[in-house]
């Protein structure tokens, strides 16, 4: 009867052991889930800076959240008038939303910013590649443009991402 017990007595302190250790594995899971949005969001509003603001508004681009994207990038643009990059993006968001025009002159505004930034002259290349128009003049001119945007990204960052996806466009011509 004593070793009954104990054996039970036993059992139960393995089971709670082992659900305290659960609980305790499923609270570290969550606070390592906290996503990168969360601790971007939590580091702007710690200190909404230029840098802290673009960070986060790359995660919301690539989870296609462009709202938010194009806000905290104007806000990064706004803090810091010469960060092309986030002009850049912005202007491509613009672009999507199919306002060619503005995003046009978003995107000269990118480059104009800092004409050797990847970000502005990529986005700036795309957005002249693929504004439809049947003028073909206008066609020629967006051509040129975007081959010299993409000429450039080559030359100053030829290892980026940027190149790779335009080495992948021009193989594709």
Known sequence: MFWSATAIIFVIGIAVFVNDSKSTSK???????????EL???????????????????TQFVQEDFVNAL?????????????????????????????DELAAQRANDAVNSN??????????????????????????SNQAIANADFDVVLKVAPD????????????NN
């Open 27 to 37: 609270q570290a899971r969550k606070a390592q889930q906290k996503s990168t949005e």
């Open 160 to 171: 980026s991402e940027f190149a790779t996806q335009i080495e992948k466009l021009r193989s």
């Open 115 to 140: 004409p050797d930034n990847p970000a502005a002259r990529f986005f700036r290349g795309i957005i002249y590649l693929q504004t439809e128009t049947s003028d073909e003049a206008v066609k020629a």
């Open 71 to 99: 806000k905290n990038f104007d806000e990064a643009a706004r803090l810091d008038p010469k960060d092309a990059e986030s002009k850049g993006y912005g202007a491509y968001i613009v672009f999507l939303s199919g306002q």
């Open 40 to 58: 971007l969001q939590e580091s702007v509003d710690e200190s909404p800076s230029n840098s802290n603001l673009r960070r986060l508004a790359k």
